[in-house]
């Protein structure tokens, strides 16, 4: 997969800075939908001596409605919203909250009735790559932008190529980049294509029309001897060449409601799934003489993650399962058995980020709590509010940073 990750000195090989350098804390870049390699994991942090008691507000402003999850590069946050019945790309300056460029497109969209609690998006994160800012809107439509001045450079919409443009609850895949391509699941339920563009002009350079979109990100591996696409679309966990588009492979795999969701988790050679009520299951891919099977290595029907994709801390599989109203778990990645659990009523959902011995959760009530990576026992050691309004998009931490989008603001808080 895509991998962007500066050249940093020793002084910045920090998280959280301040603990250690309190004048000097530096964002790292964070430039897609879960960090800089995709996975959760924060690289380049050492735990902290203690953690503050409160976080300081550095600056707060009125972004727009949405659950797009802030991406950060080069000291510029950069965020997608929607203001009314239009869709609204901003860059922000990181370090005093002022808008730098904004640009506006009407994007009318009519919510599903059973999702209105969750709003009429954007979900969807996007992706910053050599100089271009990618978004892919709530009802399908992808855009690049000049990501320095703001200016568009191309756009396309789908409706004349699929019968819907999005799926039932609305576009939520995060689109990724992998050599010269931008790739990216667009349609609606049972039309729709995985589909790679050209980066500088959007024009469609492979497509697989097998299966429509889910609300599921991809990630790009290399298994089997095959550098390849791995998403759960609509009714299946599929791997899709990354050169050519062509189908490798496939798994049946529906939820309830038409709801895969989970961005799968590379473990060694092993991929990771769940969904609501379908457990969690880890598999092997084999591939000889050009056909390709599938090994089940593990299966976990205890836990299963809903909108919530775990992350991996070593061998440390650790998430929020939506079992029991919500509860906190660690699986060990090898044997998916089931380490510990917490016993549940801890939210709808929650964002999960890792790095070096520590395990962050910003519940979908606003907290953000910090506990061990461990696999004996759920182990808090700090929980702070961070929002009055639901947060469903992952935070981003940098430095001493930690920037958080709720259900209409962005917020910068710090640790010190």
Known sequence: MTRFIPKLNAALMLLFAPFLFQNHAVAQDWPQWRGPNRDGVIPFFSEPKSWPDQLKQQ????????????ILVKQKAYVFTRQGEQEVVSCIDFETGKQIWRDMYSAAYTMNPAATRHGKGPKST???HAGKLYTLGING??????????????RREFGSKYSAT????????SPIVDRGLLIAHVGGDDSGALTAFNLETGREVWSWNGDGPSYASPIIVDL???R????????????IAAADGKLLWSIPFTTAYVQNIITPIIHGQTLIFSGLDKGVMAIKLRQSGGS????????????????????????LLLGMSNKNKGRFVALDANTGKTLWATSGREGDNAAVLTAGGSLFLLTSDGELIVAKAGGTGFEQLRRYTVAKSPVWAHPVLAGNRILVKDAEMLTLWKAE
């Open 59 to 70: 600056w707060q402003i009125s972004v727009g409605i949405g659950h797009s999850s802030p």
């Open 126 to 128: 996007p992706i910053y």
């Open 141 to 154: 439509i992808l855009s690049c932008y000049d990501a320095e001045s703001g200016k568009l450079r191309w």
């Open 166 to 173: 999005s799926p039932l609850y609305g576009t939520a895949t």
């Open 224 to 226: 089997g001897g095959a």
């Open 228 to 239: 390849q696409v791995v998403t759960q679309s609509q009714k299946n966990l599929i791997g």
């Open 292 to 315: 390709w099977t599938t090994e089940k290595v593990w299966e976990n029907p205890e836990v299963s993650f809903y909108m919530s994709t775990p992350v991996l801390s070593g061998n």
